[in-house]
């Protein structure tokens, strides 16, 4: 959904999102092997993703702060529940994931397939910088298609595609169309709503 979320919404979302930050600031996740993932993230919602040496998984504490993750912001839960309606693929978020990639950012090819239900959708939210987006297919090697991703740009993934493989390849300098404390500087805001439990 090309620019859904227009500037002044945008703000909104952004605003509300920055009370979350200040009770569970953004973290490095770490991989099965203990290697950093290069994109920090943190979590609002009941459930919130993480990652160690255990594998991936949802928690419902911060695990460096061992404190709740805070409910999402109401107004955001909102927005991304009307979305998904327009979509036709009602449903209620229990996680909103959040990526900040700085100006190097990226994230590997991958599936989302920690949730308990595939049928649910998830939908994402693009603040800040332009990234390239690499949809894939059913199985790593398909080929993939290369998308822009833009400020204020929502992708719902659901039914056949809720299941493609996908990442980002890079972030795109200088296409911010303003700055915002919520996001990184030079770099992107990603707010991915997931029905996890």
Known sequence: ???RIAAAESRT???AMLAVFAVVPPYRLRVKSGAYVINRMTNCGSLGWHSDKKGYRYVDRHPELDVPWPEIPRDV???AMAVADEAGVPFEPDACLVNFYDAAGKMNLHQ????????WPIVSFSFGCDAVFALGGAKRRDPV?????????????HGESRMRFHGVKKIVPETAP???EAIPA???LNLTFRRAA
């Open 1 to 3: 959904m090309r620019g």
């Open 13 to 15: 979302v952004l605003d």
């Open 77 to 79: 839960k909102a927005l």
């Open 112 to 119: 989302d397939h920690d949730e308990k239900d595939f049928a």
């Open 145 to 157: 298609q290369n998308v822009r991703l833009r400020h204020g740009d929502v992708l719902v993934m």
């Open 178 to 180: 303003f700055a915002h």
């Open 186 to 188: 030079g770099g992107r």
